[in-house]
């Protein structure tokens, strides 16, 4: 009797292994540099780590039901943090344009003349009469002469998803990424052809 029950136990819990769902893991697509010059402006760039609240340093995809409640898909993950990806971004796209002398991770061993640095403060799925992504972020250019933040620019948008799965709304998230990105980007040099470095 002891036998059976430990045979039927046993099986139960394999049975009970092997009914897991896989996790699905998501990623956003690199962004395409803008035109490429070379060296336009005599500036070392430094790219800091962004800030994010704890939900946006995990790797679960977020989504949020009301004004104050959030939560997270246990199987559809990114494959890197929000934050992490969106600063790995922009540090490829501010390095590929050529618009800079140097563009490097604040840390590395490479000195600069400004900090881009900011916060991350939205990157997630929005359950309202529709479904959107919903990105937003603040981007600040931090003159390490003078101490002085010279630049800041804050960027929010809720970008409809083209249906009603996660795939949808991860491409959503990415539209909207993207042109959070390109304006930066854009803003970046707005701000040295205004001015100019010495």
């Not at 049975?15 to 010059?37: L, M, N």
């Amino acid at each position: 009797m002891l036998r059976r029950g430990g045979a039927a136990l046993i099986a139960l819990m394999l049975a009970g292994c092997g009914s897991s769902r896989p996790i699905q893991y998501y990623d956003v697509q690199v962004p395409a540099p803008p035109d490429v010059t070379r060296n336009t402006y005599p500036v070392r760039l430094l790219v800091a780590r962004l800030n994010a609240p704890m939900i946006l340093r995990d790797n679960r995809i977020v989504y949020r039901t009301g004004a104050n409640e959030v939560g997270t898909y246990e199987y559809h993950r990114w494959a890197e943090p929000p934050a992490l990806m969106v600063e790995v971004n922009l540090l490829h796209l501010l390095r590929e344009s050529g618009k800079y002398q140097s563009v490097a991770e604040l840390g590395s061993s490479a000195r600069g003349d400004f900090v881009v640095r900011g916060r991350l403060r939205d990157f997630e799925e929005v359950d309202t009469q529709t479904i959107a992504g919903r990105v937003s972020m603040e981007i600040e250019l931090y003159e390490q002469k003078t101490g002085q933040t010279v630049w800041s620019h804050f960027y929010s948008h809720d970008e409809p998803a083209r249906g009603g799965d996660i795939a949808a709304v991860v491409e959503a998230l990415d539209r909207s990424l993207r042109s959070s990105l390109a304006e930066v980007t854009a803003g970046l040099e707005q701000y040295f052809a205004k001015n100019p470095p010495r």
